[in-house]
């Protein structure tokens, strides 16, 4: 048997039948078809809610640095290094956590 991975599903679509599945051996379809529903708005709203942020941080930085002249470039560097160390914390992060729960040694 092949796994359905190979077809190019989605995990997300797998877990969206096998709960519908779940729902329907249990005699409850109608609130799997809810659930999966619930689900979709969810993503939505959160989709929507991060491009909210992103458009209003980048309006305010517009302004933040728009105050001075010369100083604008220099608050926008800033704020791209500050970001950039953010990522890389959440990177160390997210390695040390798998090194973690793996006991994987690396040397």
Partial sequence: MRCPREKGHQ???????GKNLFYFCQGF???????TFVMGLGTAITVATIAVIAVSAKDLAQRLSGTKEGGG???M??????????????GVGLLFGYLAAER????
């Fill in 11 to 17: 995990p997300s679509q797998l877990f969206a039948v």
């Fill in 29 to 35: 379809f109608w609130a799997g078809i809810a659930a």
């Fill in 73 to 75: 470039a220099l608050f």
């Fill in 77 to 90: 560097r800033g704020v791209e290094f500050g970001a950039a160390g953010l990522v890389l914390l959440f």
């Fill in 104 to 107: 994987v040694t690396c040397f």
